[in-house]
């Protein structure tokens, strides 16, 4: 079975300090995608960014970046000078590729509430 | 055009009540999904539908009923249900379900229900 844990219940920094989301997750499959969702407290799941298991390229968009560490099993993600508007709750997510015994669903992690103080 | 929208946008009904939630999308995707998220936890998968049948029901009571009349429609049909099922119900579609093509496993939701069974 898959699981994807997010130690970190709740994190709150300061306006323009740097924070990491931390995402670890468990699966026997060989081929498998990892997910970032930010939900703002209007309640919508937004996509950020999705890692496919057989590429471990590091990946910047804009304040935002991804390390996936396939040897620690790891998909943390960055946070560059945080602003008010990153406040939010923050899943990280796993499914397996065709022909897993779960392929297709999503695994979610518990979440991270994220608040940014101005 | 990555839109799925959802209405309506809240839903108080009694438990002998009998309501539907509509959620739709026109990016051509061909799985669409209801979730249901209650406060502080990750969505929980009810139901996945692909090419318009029914692929997965998570072993969701039949006071849910879903319905998919076309590929861009979802329904979520609610009948005597109980104050525990009290949540927000997401909608979401992805191009593809448990394909192993990466990008088609992204799921896109929608803002979600607020359901208050009183």
């Known amino acids: 079975a898959q699981k994807v844990t997010q130690a970190q219940t709740e994190i709150s920094v300061v306006e323009k300090e740097d924070v990491t989301l931390d995402c670890v997750y468990e699966?026997?499959?060989?081929?498998?995608?990892l997910f970032w969702y930010k939900q703002p407290p209007s309640g919508e799941l937004v996509f950020l960014i999705r890692?496919?298991?057989?590429?471990?390229q590091n990946e910047i968009s804009g304040r935002y970046s991804w390390n996936f560490q396939k040897s620690t099993s790891s998909f943390n993600f960055t946070i560059t000078a945080s602003q008010v508007v990153d406040s939010a709750v923050y899943f990280c997510?796993?499914?397996?590729?065709?022909?897993?015994?779960?392929?297709?669903?999503?695994?979610f992690g518990q979440g991270t509430i994220l608040t940014v103080h101005p | 055009d990555t839109e799925v929208t959802q209405t309506p946008k809240h839903l108080v009904m009694g438990m002998t009540n009998k309501k539907s939630l509509k959620c739709e999308q026109h990016?051509?995707?061909?799985?669409m999904y209801w979730y249901k998220q209650k406060a502080k936890k990750p969505p929980e998968l009810m139901f996945v539908?692909?090419?318009?049948?029914?692929?997965i029901n998570e072993s969701v009571p039949s006071r849910f009923s879903p319905e998919c009349p076309n590929s861009s429609l979802l329904n979520l049909h609610l009948h005597a249900l109980q104050p525990e099922d009290s949540a927000l119900y997401l909608c979401?579609?992805?191009?593809?379900?448990?394909?192993?093509?990466?990008?088609?496993?992204?799921?896109?939701f929608g803002p979600g229900t607020r359901l208050t069974v009183l």
């Open positions: 699966t026997r499959d060989t081929t498998y995608y």
């Open positions: 979401a579609s992805s191009q593809d379900f448990g394909t192993s093509v990466p990008s088609y496993n992204e799921q896109f």
């Open positions: 539908y692909s090419y318009e049948k029914l692929s």
């Open positions: 997510a796993l499914s397996e590729a065709a022909g897993g015994t779960s392929y297709g669903k999503l695994t």
């Open positions: 990016m051509g995707h061909r799985a």
């Open positions: 890692r496919n298991s057989f590429d471990e």
